[in-house]
């Protein structure tokens, strides 16, 4: 059975940054597509970012490309997320996502089968 956990979060001011790992247990690492999901209060969950099992090819949301990087260390079975100049409306839960074997672009919640607990963001204005 697939576990994930998320550390990292944590109160940043505005302009900051934080690094977001993700452990993955269970099962090996290298057959998951992986993904961050946020969701910010009294909003739906959105999708982050996202980097394939396949290559290493990495996804962004619109939003956030150009200050969010997605990576993974397939030897540590780590996902990260690095988030520079970070804003007030960044402040949400981050979960991280895993689907096996996954190689589409579909990247809706409900291609992801296993999910972590999240960790709190909070950016201070």
């Known amino acids: 059975q697939v576990q994930l956990a998320e550390s990292g979060g944590g109160l940043v001011e505005t302009g900051g940054s934080l690094r977001l790992s993700c452990v993955l247990t269970g099962r090996t690492f290298s057959t998951y597509t992986m993904a961050w999901f946020r969701q910010a209060p009294g909003k739906e969950r959105e999708f982050v970012a996202a980097i394939s099992w396949v290559g290493g090819s990495t996804y962004y949301a619109e939003s956030m490309k150009g200050r969010f990087t997605i990576s993974r260390d397939n030897a540590k079975s780590t996902l990260y997320l690095q988030m520079n100049n970070l804003k007030s409306e960044d402040t949400a839960v981050y979960s991280c996502?895993?689907?096996?074997?996954?190689?589409?672009?579909?990247?809706?919640?409900?291609?992801?089968?296993?999910w972590g607990q999240g960790t709190q963001v909070t950016v201070s204005s």
């Open positions: 996502a895993a689907a096996r074997y996954y190689s589409g672009s579909d990247y809706r919640q409900t291609t992801f089968g296993s």
